[in-house]
């Protein structure tokens, strides 16, 4: 198998895309199609009000994952951050994927925090998409992604 070249890392805000979702969803690597009952159930397990990040909180959210980035030498090609959730496309580094998307979610955290955001900002799941080949990574590396917002 090649060795990975980097990935895109996509991460939701709490509650906003829930396992059914009319969109559909992603379930261990799998996307798979809308299930109404089982969004509804999920629904009435949330332990806190659903997250949304207002417009004028993703850039210092975007900021925030950026600085981290830097600190840990994770090189970013392509970010956005949108109401419900967060599209990232990095080069693949010496640590593991969960490790650099934990250390953004926490930045992320700790700079809404300053901001009044108290409760689980994120979900514990991260959607990856690998990229093992030159020609998918060129694809991804520095597109707008925050057309798909």
């Not at 949108?82 to 700790?110: D, E, L, P, W």
Request: proline share 2%; with cysteine; net charge positive.
């Amino acid at each position: 198998m090649p060795n990975m070249i980097g990935y895109m890392a996509t991460w939701t805000t709490y509650g906003t895309w829930l396992q059914g979702n009319k969109k559909g969803y992603v379930k261990n690597g799998t996307i798979l199609e809308a299930d109404p009952e089982l969004e509804e159930s999920n629904e009435k397990r949330l332990r806190q009000n659903k997250i949304k990040i207002p417009k004028k909180y993703r850039l210092i959210v975007e900021e925030a994952i950026l600085k981290e980035a830097e600190r840990i030498e994770q090189s970013v090609y392509a970010i956005t951050v949108c109401s419900n959730h967060v599209h990232i496309v990095v080069k693949s580094i010496m640590k593991t994927v969960g490790y650099s998307v934990g250390q953004f979610k926490r930045a992320a955290t700790h700079e809404l925090r300053k901001y009044g955001f108290e409760n689980k900002i994120w979900t514990k799941d991260t959607v990856i998409m690998k990229m093992n080949s030159r020609k998918r990574y060129n694809t991804l590396k520095g597109i707008k992604i925050n057309r798909i917002c």
